[in-house]
């Protein structure tokens, strides 16, 4: 039985039969092999066709949840469709996918060791895994974040606070102003992290094919000195997939004090198939990185591994202190909290660890060697079609290719087309002024012929 106060929370049969409505849709969704793509809808057609759904009586589960099968959800583009080649997509597997319903399910603290020893257990298990594959020493270590955005952020904070430790130690001053340098082709998130943090970005021009090299690093690091606190080398540009020359940039910390993080967002996870693992020689050497599970690595969003050299680096700019929270940093046990900038957390790496630890690394590197085999032969036929051309030979799974006579809104009108008849997602892109357009294959599901079938819309 059940009072006014606890009707939402008591196991009755009310709540059972609200639980098991959800995950029989959940089984449904996560089942379903022909989810159409969808696509965005207006506000004034939303308020029409939703109409209030809250009032102060409740509208009941049924009814919100079939207005959300059939009217929200509709109005929600399919992310890990095949035929989502826009942006950088994403493709949960089915184990992930399911046990993210489990962490919501477990009601799960991952802030903590004292709160959630067993999940940080299993999410540093996965960390340490991957900070084998990319050459970290055995002591390195991080924590999942809720995407890319923050885990720049993060280990820039982590870079600048060691930054200064080192000029106090000496007993030097602090520079006027803090700098980090980067790509100009680097991610947004860059310039946002440093906006933040109130520091500047030092835009270097990477060579014609777009790849940052040491050389036009040092130029940047011989002007600005001390004042220069990290150097962030792209792991696979969003845009193309181009990674830096990430050997010849960490060779100069020989030379130069200086943080070195890779931002490998998106591309990093190339680096676990033998087809692309050479071109990203030099990560060992990073004292922070970064890969979103949630673009290319199999889980559902939100997901970014944060991972540092020292993690006691992160530590120390990120532990937040307060008296109601000293029974938590008092200790050493590891808290996930202290190692980005955030303090409540879910334990979002769970879903790839329960996948990860299902299916085992080779399941995972034959996915990932598919995406980039098959960016190779989509490139081929690009390259051997007369109305098409190649803007830059793919490195990892980005295609990029122009149509020719093109303008912007020819590739609007036909990217809108393609959606409009739900046969693919491929939005417009442009690069140095000329507009084109592009395909981000992450998902395995993904096919050639799918592929040729969408070029041929553009002859
Ligand atoms: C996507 C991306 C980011 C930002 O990651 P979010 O998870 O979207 O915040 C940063 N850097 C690169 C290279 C990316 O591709």
Sequence with gaps: MSSPATRMHAVTDETAQIVDLVLDFSRRRVLSSDTPLDKPVSPFELDRLAGRTIDEHGIGARRALALFEHVLAPACITTDHPQYLSFIPTAPTKAATAFDLVVSACAIYGGSWLEGAGAVHAENEVLSWLAREFGLPPAAGGVFVQGGTLGNLSALVAAREAARLALREMGAPAPDRWRVV???????????????????????????????????????????????????????????????????????????????????????????????????????????????????????????????????????????????????????????????????????????????????????????????????????????????????????????????????????????????????????????????TRFAIVNPMTTFEQLVGILDTMA
Excluded at 219 to 231: D, I, M, P, T
Excluded at 284 to 312: N, T
């Design 182 to 436: 980067c790509s100009a082709e680097a991610h947004s998130s860059i310039a946002s992290a440093a906006r933040v943090m109130d520091v500047e970005v030092v835009p270097v021009t990477p060579d014609p094919g777009g790849t940052l090299r040491g050389d036009a690093v040092r130029a940047a690091l011989e002007q600005h000195g001390a004042s220069v606190f990290a150097v962030v080398a792209t792991a696979g540009s969003t845009n193309f997939g181009i990674v830096d020359d990430i050997a010849s940039i960490a060779t100069l910390k020989e030379e130069f004090d200086f943080w070195l993080h890779v931002d490998g967002a998106y591309g990093l996870t190339g680096m676990l198939s033998p087809l692309a693992r050479e071109r990203f020689a030099g990560v060992e050497r990073a004292d922070s990185l970064i890969v979103d599970p949630h673009k290319w690595l199999f889980a559902p969003f939100d997901a970014c591994a944060l991972i540092y050299r020292d993690p006691e680096a992160g530590r120390r700019a990120h532990t937040q202190h307060a008296e109601y929270l000293d029974t938590l940093t008092e200790t050493s046990e590891w808290s996930p909290s202290d190692y980005a900038a955030h303090l409540t957390r879910r334990a979002r790496g769970l879903p790839l660890w329960f996948s990860l630890a299902t299916y085992g690394g080779g399941a995972y590197r034959a996915a990932i060697s598919s995406s980039l085999q098959l960016a190779q032969d989509i490139a081929r036929e690009i390259a051997s079609r007369e109305y098409l051309h190649l803007v830059r030979e793919p490195q990892l799974s980005v295609v990029v290719f122009e149509r020719d006579g093109w303008s912007r809104s020819e590739y609007a009108a036909w990217s809108a087309r393609l959606l409009d008849e739900q046969r693919a997602f491929v939005t417009p892109s442009s690069h140095a002024g000329r507009p084109n």
